[in-house]
């Protein structure tokens, strides 16, 4: 362990230069560091740690190492927190025994001031690591909507009877009110007979064993495997004239309680039995009165497959001296009425049996949620009702806390409460078991793995003394609750009246107002299965001109269609249809996922910086950056920043996400040959992606997106690829929904750097390395700007995409020299700002699949049938269908 017991420091921690730290277990509680964290050595957080730190500063001079490879599901391994120290910002000195680190700060005299919420390296190396995949695709094109029916994991479906089997699903029923049937017998060695009034009875019992039988041999043909069946019985045990507790009930020894098991012979003369039920000293069965059993099981496909001899269930009895009383048996299937209609799921949340009238004793579709509750049907003249006994022994068997509230309980469908814009009306009559004051209130309860459940009100019921009341509730989902998984019903009575228990009648789960109307389950690549996970939340970039325009949300499940070669995704609230490569392959929605397993968090401020660290492979993968990006204090305080790093060959920038930035993105400056890819911008401030005074080559742009790029102070026309130096690679670069421009080249006329010398070739005429394929919409002002920029070699711009944007395509001044191949338009150029070399395909953005293109250059003008659009659009990022 990395610090012991100890979790909150009050001086600076700090790992020595030649000293390894591995952390070798997750911390219960938060680490706190009040002076930050200094890496002279090496500081290792292997995968598998879960870790929650807050801290005022990282410093890197050593090697600090971060992994977590499961997959994304919106609840991060490794959180770190800046906390803020408005009077002490950093301030240091680098070491002096470090290669070039005298040129950290300037010289061997200078200190380095980094401000408040610093992250810096400075001589040291980063390796971070937060992906369950380095495949892993962080952004990809919406395929399609799904529009198939509800998953039927969701809800219980019907199966049809086999031939020649009862088509009412009733397999065994007799009320022993007529003639004996050879069915029901005495189990081998007990005495048994059929009464005056045509009941059987067990007499003379001197074991468990000698119990009433019934024989499946005339039924088994229609048993299926792993179907749901419902065993009701009504059961008198006798002894002499005694109207008691039985031994069960009295907890004087488990052997005495009544089990219900199968027991077969197979062709081998080898006798099996499983268990089906067995009687808790909570059921309260009592000698002398009826007692009601009611059971949901079903067999094994391994009892079904076997060719038995002989098949029988047996309703093993008390302790010897009890005799047993058959009254009433049934064994069936639940029939067809007693499943949902698909097309009415989510319409009515209680289906069936709401009231219980529709299975006789059989309490289904409803159980209980502990282990000691019973719930059973009851009548009460010509109504029946739910019954809900044992809470006491619930209450008393509970464990820190848990049980507190057991009773009657139901799932209802996931599909149908991820839906936060549904509105429903909650009803239900109960009947508490008290002779003083109880009030109870409903309640769902939504759970999911490793997440603290989250519990929220459906009906308030009026406080009552043993009578009938009605509980009324409307009932709306929070954006909280749709991010679990499972979702329950259950009554909550006050801390007094825990044990008490109590009866349910007309129950009512009814929704009254429909979501909003859109789309909640997408179609997407195979590419983002089992990386991208249930409760990671995504970004649903803008499909219209409104540069705000996008959504995010949350998975709540992934369903993988292997044969078709995609996934479904389910999110909680629907979206309006977005543009799909189904729809229209040239325009596809972009939805990118915004979680990360590993969370740097600057509370508003953080900002990283790799400072003056040349020949340092830096890897920054798979990281979450939120509210990083500052200017109070330092002016360069961006979310990541690489500053006069000079040769920085082997640095990887990939698969972040930022979001929330108060000042741009990914910054380089001074910096070469760096690899930016994959990276998600979201809701950031100013320049997002940024290449800055001139002198920066080499490095590579590539398949990042920057959505909702919003103005800054400084930045009130924010770009989110911002260019000030032409001499690197923009590949596959997507800016959506900018409220300035999407790419902006704005080289200076000379560099002048930190400390007041030339570079020799000026940024403005410098060449343009490569700018392939990028793409720009909903943009606020246009799409691609060049600003004083005149090349002494001819800049292509190839393959470029601009569409549903609000000012234009392409806005020139002060520049020269610059040539489009193959432009992609959504709308004609109004004027033609430089030549173009090429053909300029315009496409209109719909949601048509049959699309008309207009291919237009300076002296023709004609239509043509476009067949393989992924052959020149930045498709080939994101895996096909077939993949």
């Known amino acids: 362990m990395l610090y012991g017991a100890q979790l909150v420091f009050k001086d600076t921690v700090e790992i020595p230069c030649g000293t390894c730290v591995l952390m070798t277990h997750s911390l219960l509680g938060t680490l706190e560091l009040f002076q930050g964290l200094t890496i002279f050595g090496k500081l290792i957080i292997p995968n598998g740690i879960v870790l929650d730190v807050r801290t005022t500063s990282i410093l890197v001079h050593g090697e600090l190492i971060i992994e977590s490879t499961k997959p994304i599901d919106g609840t991060p391994d490794i959180s770190i927190t800046w906390m803020d120290t408005p009077n002490h910002p950093l301030s240091f000195r680098p070491p002096s025994n470090g290669e070039n680190s005298e040129d950290i700060c300037g010289g061997k005299h200078y200190s380095c001031d980094m401000g408040r919420k610093p992250f810096i390296v400075a001589g040291g190396r980063l390796a971070i690591r937060g992906l369950p995949s380095s495949s892993m695709p962080t952004w990809v094109p919406v395929y399609d909507v799904d529009q198939s029916p509800i998953p039927t994991t969701e809800y219980r479906t019907y199966q049809q009877p086999l031939p020649g089997c009862p088509q009412d699903d009733i397999l065994i029923h007799h009320d022993f009110l007529g003639s004996p049937i050879l069915t029901f017998a005495g189990s081998y060695g007990s005495f048994f007979e059929w009464t005056t009034n045509g009941r059987l009875k067990v007499t003379n019992r001197t074991h468990a064993q000698h119990c009433p039988i019934i024989d499946l041999k005339h039924i088994r043909h229609c048993l299926q495997a792993d179907k749901t069946y419902l065993l009701t019985a009504k059961v008198l045990l006798t ?8 031994d069960c009930a009295r907890g004087e020894d488990d052997s005495t309680c009544m089990k219900i098991y199968q027991a077969r012979m197979s062709e081998k003369g080898l006798g099996r039995t499983t268990s089906i039920w067995k009687e808790r000293r909570s059921f309260g069965s009592m000698l002398g009165e009826e007692t009601t059993i009611s059971v949901e099981f079903n067999f094994t496909s391994t009892q079904m497959s076997e060719p038995n001899i002989y098949e029988i269930l ?36 209680v289906p069936i049996n709401s009231d219980a009238e529709l299975l006789g004793l059989s309490p289904y579709p409803f159980r209980t949620n502990h282990e000691d509750t019973h719930l059973s049907v009851v ?16 209450v008393q068997n509970a464990r820190r806390g848990n049980s507190r509230n057991a009773g009657i309980t139901w799932d209802v469908p996931r599909s149908c409460i991820m839906k936060t814009h549904s509105k429903f009306t909650f009803k239900a009559d109960i009947r508490m078991h008290s002779l003083s004051l109880v009030s109870a209130e409903w309640k769902i309860r939504g759970t999911r793995t490793r997440k603290k459940p989250v519990i929220e009100s459906l009906a308030a019921c009026p406080s009552s003394v043993g009578n009938w009341v009605s509980c009324y509730g409307e009932f709306k989902p929070s954006i909280e609750l749709t991010k679990f998984d499972r979702f329950e019903v259950f009554l909550e009575t006050d801390t007094s009246s825990y044990d008490i228990d109590y009866d349910v009648d007309n129950i009512s789960f009814k929704r009254t107002t429909k979501g909003e109307g859109g789309f909640d389950r997408l179609i997407l690549p195979k590419s983002v299965e089992n990386v991208w996970n249930t409760g990671a939340e995504l970004l649903i970039t803008s499909h219209t001109s409104e ?19 995609y996934v479904s995704i389910s999110l909680n609230e629907p979206i309006d249809r977005p543009i799909t490569l189904s729809s229209n392959p040239f325009y596809a929605t972009e939805i990118a996922l915004l979680s990360r397993n590993i969370v740097f968090n600057g509370a508003n401020g953080g900002h990283l910086t790799v400072l003056n660290t040349p020949n340092q492979a830096q890897l920054i993968q798979g990281v979450e950056f939120r509210e990083f990006g500052s200017g109070e204090e330092v002016r360069e305080a961006y979310p990541i920043y690489f500053d006069n790093c000079n040769d920085s060959s082997g640095s990887i920038v990939s698969k972040n996400s930022i979001r929330d930035s108060k000042r741009g993105c990914i910054v380089l400056d001074g910096t070469n040959n760096v690899l930016v890819e994959q990276n998600v911008a979201f809701a950031t401030k100013g320049h997002c992606f940024v290449v800055k005074t001139g002198k920066e080559k080499g490095n590579v742009f590539k398949s990042n997106l920057g959505a909702f790029c919003q103005e800054e102070d400084i930045d009130t026309t924010p770009a989110t690829f911002w260019i000030g130096s032409p001499s690197n690679f923009w590949i596959d670069n997507v800016a959506s929904g900018s409220e300035g421009f999407g790419f902006w080249f704005q080289p200076k006329d000379h560099t002048n750097d930190s400390y007041g010398t030339y570079s020799v070739e000026s940024p403005h005429l410098m060449q343009l390395t490569q700018f392939t394929r990028n793409a720009a919409h909903s943009t606020h002002k246009e799409s691609l700007k060049f600003t004083g920029y005149t090349p002494t070699q001819t800049a292509s711009i190839n393959n470029f995409k601009s569409y549903l944007n609000n000012r234009g395509h392409i806005d020139v001044s002060s520049s020269a020299n610059i040539a489009a191949y193959n432009m ?17 395909t315009v496409i209109e953005v719909t949601q048509d699949k049959d699309i008309s293109i207009d291919i237009l250059n300076p002296e023709v003008e004609h239509h043509e049938s476009f067949s393989n659009p992924t052959d020149v659009f930045n498709l080939q990022s994101s895996p096909s269908l077939t993949e």
């Open 239 to 246: 002894k002499d004239d005694i109207v008691d507790q039985s």
């Open 314 to 349: 047996q309703l093993r009895g008390p302790g010897p001296g009890v005799d047993m009383e058959m009254i009433e048996f049934t064994l069936r299937a639940p029939p067809k009425e007693a499943f949902p209609e698909i097309d009415n799921l989510c319409n009515d949340l």
């Open 379 to 394: 009548a009460e003249g010509s109504n029946h009702y739910f019954e809900i006994t044992g809470r006491e022994f619930a």
């Open 547 to 565: 540069w705000d325009g996008h959504s995010t949300r949350r998975i709540t499940s992934i369903e993988n269609h292997d044969k078709e070669g």
């Open 824 to 840: 992609f338009l959504d709308t004609p150029l109004a004027t033609v700002p430089f030549p173009i070399m090429s053909d300029t």
